[in-house]
């Protein structure tokens, strides 16, 4: 995985090590204009799918026309201790803040909705579901570095993506694998991609949305097979 992460960050075809036209033709976000607020960042799509439907997602889980028992929310204090978005951090920019009668001071997340009545004449906007990007390929090498100098090497240029100015903006940082895991968690909030680093290092608790501990185990980390491909077998 690290080698044919790094092999195409670098520009190399990760089978025959000559050069290819991945950076040329997938590009951070902070490198074409305008592409702020665009919620997927398609621009760094490198496989995802075409749902029409994507929108319902917001519609049934963040949308303020929900009921306060049905509605996902993040409370402020989750968004700053577990969070931790940084000044210059774009991916602050997926949640707004509300009041609800019963839940005050809390943030929604809004990366599933259409923004705009141009959003919804342009499927790349409202319609693409990334299922691997080029932010993933920056953590995937981080992760799986040997090295402390490669593991800041690739965070720092995952970061400079996401709107950090300087290209040593992990100095501050000596347990970098808290960092790896939190721009993991910043980075695929609401895609559930977090969910397979937590069970691939076996990460024993976690913070729900009201920034309690939840401990997990292997039932949790196990998913259900679906009712439908169960039924009815013999």
């Known amino acids: 995985?690290?080698?044919?992460?790094?092999?195409?960050?670098?520009?190399?075809?990760?089978?025959?090590?000559?050069?290819?036209?991945?950076?040329?033709t997938i590009l951070p976000i902070t490198a074409i204009d305008n592409q702020y607020a665009?919620?997927?960042?398609?621009?760094?799509?490198?496989?995802g799918l075409n749902n029409r439907i994507r929108d319902e997602i917001h519609k049934d889980y963040?949308?303020?026309?929900?009921?306060?028992?049905?509605?996902?929310?993040?409370?402020?204090?989750y968004i700053s201790e577990v969070l931790k978005y940084e000044?210059?951090?774009?991916r602050s920019s997926m949640w707004t803040n509300v009041n609800r009668t019963?839940?005050?001071d809390v943030s929604l997340f809004t990366r599933y909705a259409v923004r705009s009545v141009e959003?919804?004449?342009?499927?790349?906007r409202y319609a693409v579901q990334p299922l691997i990007s080029l932010s993933e390929l920056y953590l995937?090498?981080?992760?799986?570095?040997?090295?402390?100098s490669d593991q800041r090497r690739w965070l720092e240029e995952l970061r400079v993506n996401r709107g950090f100015r300087s290209t040593k903006n992990t100095g501050n940082y000596t347990n970098l694998q808290q960092l790896i895991q939190d721009e993991y968690r910043r980075e695929f909030y609401g895609l559930a991609q977090f969910f397979y680093y937590?069970?691939?290092?076996?990460?024993?608790?976690?913070?729900?949305?009201?920034?309690?501990?939840?401990?997990m185990n292997i039932n949790r980390y196990r998913l259900p097979i679906p009712v439908r491909e169960t039924d009815n077998r013999l």
Do not use: C, W
């Open 1 to 24: 995985a690290y080698n044919i992460a790094t092999d195409l960050l670098s520009g190399k075809d990760p089978v025959t090590g000559s050069p290819n036209n991945f950076r040329n």
């Open 38 to 47: 665009e919620p997927m960042y398609f621009p760094e799509v490198i496989f």
């Open 62 to 77: 963040f949308s303020t026309d929900l009921a306060d028992k049905n509605i996902l929310v993040a409370g402020q204090k």
């Open 87 to 90: 000044n210059l951090d774009m």
């Open 102 to 104: 019963s839940k005050i």
């Open 119 to 124: 959003d919804e004449g342009n499927p790349n």
């Open 140 to 148: 995937i090498a981080a992760e799986a570095a040997d090295s402390e």
């Open 198 to 215: 937590l069970k691939r290092h076996n990460i024993k608790t976690i913070s729900n949305q009201e920034v309690k501990q939840v401990n």
